[in-house]
């Protein structure tokens, strides 16, 4: 029997890499004589520099950068030959935001100021994981520290944040971003929601970052207001799959550093060579913290099981919020079966620090009753 492992993080309680191990170790309890496959996985988000070192190999470099509320912050981001991945969780994630800041006030700056970097030491190539955001600027922190200039309505520069993105009258440029010698800059989608409206980066995670209902839509309207300001190109930038992603941040680096939005987990599947994988495969196992509405948008598990060639693919989840209705459409993507782990009732914190056990011994169960069923 071979059986794959590619679980997500559990935001706030496992890393993707502890995940894997749990799910490895009950496995091996009970099929000691299976062959194991564990790769910790991303979908772009918080994780990603993990996993493409040990795919890929190369280097992380230290840099010190402003972070989402204007901290300093310790970041580092990965070198691999002319190439640098940047995570903007390292810089303006949601575990570096301060008490009393929501996306009205924090700032992608600190990613900016990676790029900067990573391109003044030669890299040619920079490749953006945009996820676990505290941010709802659409990129334009990360844009002001390379260059581009936000006008307000007297036509002086200004930083926007997510409060004050209405603000914003014109906007200059940096033209080394779309000249001949501009560097190669993609970015790692792990949503592909639109810019703005009610599936765009403020309604939908707004909330989930601090934003208060009227704080919700001052933020879709200051994301509509920069996607106006390209005029022509506004509707284009607003339905470009992944401009929602990272509070907007996706359109950014789609207007203001000439970037490509690609499907993280289907960039990151295809660097660890999945579906070569996943044809000797007998059982496919993934995991993430809470299967919602948008499992199934980008995420690592729907982003597996639309490759999983017919393989079972269960997923494991400290929470599941879908009814039947929604998890059939999970089901038609070729998800087999979504197994909570709780094994008690829990507050969310409890349920969090229990997370290791938890799904340690969802795990253990799973198996033993595949083992019940002649698996071996």
């Known amino acids: 029997m071979k059986i794959l492992i590619l679980p997500d993080s559990f935001k706030g309680s496992l890393t993707s890499g502890q995940a894997a191990a749990q799910i490895e170790s009950a496995a091996r309890k009970v099929f000691p004589e299976a062959q ?37 912050v310790r970041s580092r981001y990965l070198s691999i ?23 009205m006030k924090t700032t992608t700056i600190g990613v900016g100021q990676i790029i900067a970097e990573a391109l003044h030491v030669g890299h040619r190539r920079i490749v953006i994981a945009l996820g676990g955001s505290a941010t709802t600027d659409c990129g334009c922190g990360m844009a002001a520290a390379l260059g581009t200039q936000f006008l307000d309505e007297a036509g002086r520069p200004f930083l926007p944040t997510g409060a004050t993105l209405s603000m914003v009258r014109g906007i200059r440029l940096n033209g080394f971003f779309f000249g001949k010698n501009a560097p ?26 601090g934003a208060t209902p009227d704080e919700v839509k001052v933020l879709d309207a200051g994301l ?15 339905t470009l799959r992944g401009a929602g992603a990272a509070g907007g941040t996706g359109a950014g680096v789609a207007a203001f550093l000439n970037g490509r939005l690609l499907s ?28 919602d509405t948008q499992t199934k948008g980008g995420k690592v598990a729907a982003g597996i099981a639309r490759r999983a060639a017919g393989k079972p693919v269960v997923l494991f989840t400290g929470a599941n919020m879908l009814g039947e209705k929604d998890l059939g459409a999970l089901y038609e993507l070729g998800i087999t079966a979504v197994l909570p782990i709780l094994q008690k009732p829990s507050t969310l914190g409890e349920a969090m620090a229990d997370a290791k056990t938890n799904l340690h011994l969802a795990a253990l169960n799973f198996f033993r009753t595949q083992k019940m069923f002649g698996a071996r």
């Open 264 to 291: 993280g987990i289907d960039a990151l599947l295809d660097l660890m060579k999945f579906e070569e994988a996943a044809k000797s495969a007998d059982l496919i196992i993934t995991g993430e913290g809470a299967v």
């Open 36 to 72: 194991i496959e564990s790769f910790p996985i991303a979908d772009g988000g918080e994780g990603t520099l993990e996993m493409v070192q040990k795919a890929a190999g190369g280097a992380f470099l230290p840099i010190e950068v402003m972070g989402p509320c204007g901290q300093r």
């Open 184 to 209: 190669r800059i993609e970015a790692l989608c792990d949503v592909d929601n639109p810019l703005y409206g009610p599936q765009g980066a403020a309604c939908v995670f707004g909330p989930q970052k």
């Open 224 to 238: 509509k207001n920069i996607a106006d300001l390209f005029q022509k190109r506004a509707a284009k930038l607003n």
């Open 81 to 103: 030959g002319d190439t640098a991945v940047v995570e903007l969780a390292e810089a303006a994630g949601l575990g570096l935001r301060l008490p009393g800041f929501s996306p």
